[in-house]
């Protein structure tokens, strides 16, 4: 609870006590002395009612005979007011009028009644119950205020979270972007040199130029990389049906990793169709046909293969290959951005593949995941509405 609330909750609670006659209100002042309760006097039905204008009250305690406006009609204008409907009434009634007979017609909540002469004990437990009652209920709006300020503090953290965030995303993507530029020209470059001045090169000059011409091409493929993960995180992701098998087939065509002559593609036919993005679901079957047929033994010949489950309108896409596998305690942060469980100079990468293919699938409402055993080949799938009825 903070400083304020528990401030609050000490402060003593509001009893406004209305008499037309002085000396009954300075019996009821002596009854309810405690420093729990603030006691406010009014004298008449009309200095009640400014007083409940000027501040708030938890109980009323009125007499029911007074000149002028009576308790029982000062009682009406009060549960007529929004502001002051809900305050209870203990209403002080005389012993031999029929004072209770036109209370037990008073159709109010929250009222009670004493017959004077008032019994001390029986008031100050009227009253006690009354305030805690109140207290509780303070309680809760104090709690609910607090619950209420921590909510819009939250969402205010969160709005400027995602603003920061968009802004990062917004940064690294120029940034990459802008890299490319002075990058092709060291590629250009380099490539001039290799063509029309390696003659002029000893060995070792040679060597040196064939290691930046690799390190540019790793960067390239590094920034291509960053750039293709922003993209499946900034773009808007249409989704329509796309027929995967088709996808995979121009895929393969694509890659000269993925030809016939270095490895097996081969499709469980026929693959349903699903609802995806289409640019968002290349980038995802092209990542793991081309990790399928990497990350495999030497002289081994890749073999990757794609089969389909299909069950209450949803679909997974298995891709299951004979590579070199993953052992099990990695493969929890396998789909995190820049993992790699192997040395670049085993196999070239970037760590990024992975995560694109995650974030590609979850935008578009599917998840996946992974089955594996290190030496034995790897099983990963991905799962999407199937878009048959769509
Ligand atoms: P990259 O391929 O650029 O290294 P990825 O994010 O695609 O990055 O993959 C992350 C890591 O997961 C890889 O470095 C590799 O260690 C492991 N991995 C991914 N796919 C396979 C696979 N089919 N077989 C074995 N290991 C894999």
Same mark, same amino acid.
């Given at each position: ?139 809760? /709006? @104090? %709690? =609910?205020? +607090?619950? !209420?300020?921590? #909510? ?121 169709? /699903? @609802? %995806? =993005?289409? +640019?968002? !679901?290349?980038? #995802? ?106």
């Amino acid at each position: 609870m903070t400083e304020i609330s528990k401030n609050t909750m000490d402060q003593p609670i509001n009893i406004l006590i209305v008499d037309d006659r002085p000396e009954n209100l300075a019996v009821l002042e002596s009854i309810l002395d405690d420093p729990g309760y603030r006691l406010v006097r009014a004298e008449s039905a009309e200095k009640a009612l400014l007083a409940l204008v000027v501040e708030e009250f938890a109980l009323l305690i009125l007499d029911i005979r007074m000149p002028g406006m009576s308790g029982i009609e000062l009682a009406q204008v009060i549960k007529e007011r929004k502001k002051t409907a809900t305050v209870p009434i203990i209403f002080l009634t005389a012993h031999s009028t029929g004072d209770q007979c036109v209370l037990e017609g008073y159709d109010a909540g929250g009222v009670d009644y004493l017959q004077k002469p008032v019994h001390p004990a029986i008031l100050r437990s009227k009253v006690a119950i009354f305030a805690e009652l109140h207290r509780k209920s303070r309680e809760v /709006v @104090l %709690a =609910n205020r +607090a619950l !209420l300020a921590e #909510v819009i503090e939250r969402r205010r953290a969160e709005e400027q979270l995602r603003e920061t965030v968009q802004e990062l995303e917004a940064f690294s993507y120029s940034i990459a972007h802008d890299m490319r530029a002075p990058l092709r020209a060291m590629q250009g470059f380099s490539g001039i040199l290799i063509a029309e001045h390696a003659a002029g090169l000893d060995d070792t000059g040679r060597g040196y130029l064939q290691l930046i011409v690799g390190a540019a091409r790793r960067m390239d493929t590094l920034i291509v990389d960053i750039l293709n993960y922003s993209r499946v995180l900034r773009s808007e992701l249409k989704l329509q049906p796309v027929n995967v098998e088709d996808l995979i087939y121009e895929i393969a065509a694509t890659y000269p990793d993925l030809h016939a002559d270095r490895a097996d593609i081969t499709v469980a036919s026929p693959l349903p169709r /699903v @609802l %995806a =993005n289409e +640019a968002a !679901l290349t980038q #995802v079957v092209s990542n793991l046909l081309g990790n399928g047929v990497k990350f495999i033994a030497p002289g081994v010949r890749p073999r990757v293969s794609v089969r389909s489950e299909e069950d209450a309108g949803v679909v997974r896409l298995w891709f299951e290959d004979n590579g070199i596998g993953i052992p099990q305690h990695s493969q929890g942060r396998l789909f995190d951005i820049f993992t790699r469980l192997h040395l670049s100079e085993e196999y070239e990468g970037t760590g990024i593949g992975l995560a694109i293919v995650r974030k590609a699938v979850e935008r578009m409402g599917g998840s996946v995941g992974v089955e594996s055993e290190e030496g034995q080949g790897s099983r990963f799938w991905v799962q999407l509405q199937t878009a048959e009825n769509s």
